[in-house]
């Protein structure tokens, strides 16, 4: 997940001072979405626990979701 989300903050850095900006948004795109994946897998994970682990895993799935809508927002 986080070399996921790196990659995204790389490829906005080569953006901002890329000359050949569309194939960059086309790498950016893909590893957005490769960055979703993986809430969408954990999702399917944490549905089966429960108690505290559910309680723990829920918060990791929230912060999750945060870090990848934020780096997707820009």
């Known amino acids: 997940m986080l070399g996921r989300t790196a990659r995204i903050c790389a490829l906005e850095a080569e953006l901002l001072t890329s000359s050949a900006p569309d194939t960059l948004r ?3 795109e893909a590893a ?3 960055a ?3 809430p969408d897998s954990l ?3 944490f549905h089966r626990l429960e108690g ?5 895993g829920g918060g990791l799935l929230l912060e999750t979701r945060q870090l ?6 820009t």
């Open 52 to 56: 505290t682990a559910a309680a723990v």
């Open 43 to 45: 999702t399917d994970t």
């Open 36 to 38: 979703w994946a993986c």
């Open 26 to 28: 086309d790498d950016r």
């Open 32 to 34: 957005s979405r490769e």
């Open 68 to 73: 990848v809508t934020e780096l997707d927002s």
